[in-house]
């Protein structure tokens, strides 16, 4: 794990803002695994302020959303395809964008084609990702195993409470997602996780230091020969000077 420490949320999205598109100008027909959440945020402002600007494009990059909610209709505001096509794909023209199709009867048959999907297209060239407080990366939550591939998963208590404060009343928190699984990231060629602030550092810490283990899916990083992790001092605050 390569470990890049930078001051403050807006440097972790300078960066991993730069790293993508070093990727992207360094290879051709880059497949990507994108994340939602509020970490990424403004890293997909940036990159939509570089498009805009005709400094990259991105017409040979296909598109992976990392994951999606189960039951959401992807018109649904709060929905992970809405969030990506509003952010990001919406702005900029890409090759092939895929997300896992949460409202599909047969779900498991859902979760085998979109793992077919990315072995298509010739494998993630990167994945990037968020980590959630408890260590999940995607929707992999503790407990899940390091052979998992694409799969429907039952959301912990710690990451409903977590994204349910940015849910409106009147709308039931979704309890299942299908998230790409261990494996799968495992798979990409290179994998840049992003943290910032410091509701993150204990999860950081353990990922960075602790053991290998299932009950902190994040930890399987230490074991992928290519990860970049960039951290703000928030989130880098458990680390001490070890790294
Ligand atoms: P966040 O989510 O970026 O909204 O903190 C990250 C995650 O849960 O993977």
Known sequence: MNILRVRDYASVSEKAKNIVLDRISDFSDTTI???TGNTPDM???LLVKEYQSGKVDFSDVVIFNL???VGMDPENPYSYNYYIH????KHVKTERSYVPNGLAEDLDRE???YEDKIKEEGNLDLALLGIGRNGHIGFN???TSFDSLTHVTDLSEDTMEANARFFPRDLDFPEKAITMGLKTIMG???IILLASGNEKANAIREMILGEVTENLPASILQTHKNCNVIIDGDAASLLGNST
């Open 33 to 35: 695994a994108l994340p």
């Open 43 to 45: 890293m997909y402002s």
């Open 67 to 69: 994951d999606e909610y």
């Open 86 to 89: 509003n952010r990001f794909l």
């Open 111 to 113: 979760c085998e084609a």
């Open 141 to 143: 939550e503790p407990g």
């Open 188 to 190: 990409a060629r290179e």
